[in-house]
């Protein structure tokens, strides 16, 4: 974009509230998340009035769990054209998106780590040993299939989250968001071999910042790969027509499990 392409932009932007989290985004995208929350809100009250009578009502922000909403920023693609948010930045990265198209299997995800060899499946790999050892499945890390709803995209990806989880859960402190520089094992428990090898190949597509065959800091895998509550992300799809990064930006580069934007879904077995 040219300075003036910037300037017409960041003119245009306004300032709004997503689920208590103050961003910048284009007026488009500020009415989309307040039809969102609108909703949302609505689904929450309903929510509480089918509590058995006794039971605690639990807050609006706990029930949702957004805690962060990054919007504008110059340099980002759809983030630069204000249309674009990510969610929750700490603890939803950009993962690994391991898709079949006819008889190939892509591994797709963030297109700046695509040259760094072996990292896509090295993850992919450890995401099958977690969901056989928490159910005696492999991991389903594809992006959306052809007709395949919102809710049941984030169903596949939140198993695997939680089989990560269950499967560190014995040897790595899960109470960081960020993992920076040696893992955090728990003191006095013998990691073994295989899995300590797994948490360093979940870590390095997981990374802040730049892709790395190194990177120092990263979400921390024995936390989780994504924590969007299935309604936040349902909304935002269903209701406020936006793509999901996770599984909406084809087989190529899906896996941006933080990410919504107002760009077209790029189908299945799309570059």
Partial sequence: MTPADIAAVEASLVSTRFLGCATRVAPQLAAVLTRVETALHDEWTRAQLALPGGAPVQAFAAWHGITGCGGYRQHGGWHAKGVAIDLNYQTNGYAVCRSTVGAHVIHGGEAAGAGLAGVRRAFAAACDRACMAYDGQPADLSARKRGESTGSAWDRWHRVSEAVRA?????????????????DAIP???????????????????????????????RN??????????????????????????VDFGTAESGDLMHFDLAARIPSGAA
Avoid at 167 to 183: K, W
Avoid at 196 to 208: F, G, I, S, T
Avoid at 238 to 244: A, K, N, S
């Fill in 167 to 183: 499967y560190f859960a014995p040897y790595y402190l899960a109470a960081d968001a960020l993992d920076v520089g040696e893992a």
């Fill in 188 to 218: 006095g428990v013998a990691v073994p071999p295989q899995v300590a090898a797994d948490y360093q190949a979940l870590r390095v597509p997981l990374v802040v910042g730049a892709p790395s065959m190194r990177p120092r800091t990263t």
């Fill in 221 to 246: 895998p024995a936390r989780c790969l994504m924590e969007l509550p299935r309604a936040v992300v349902v909304a935002l799809c269903d209701v406020g027509g936006c793509r999901w990064g996770g």
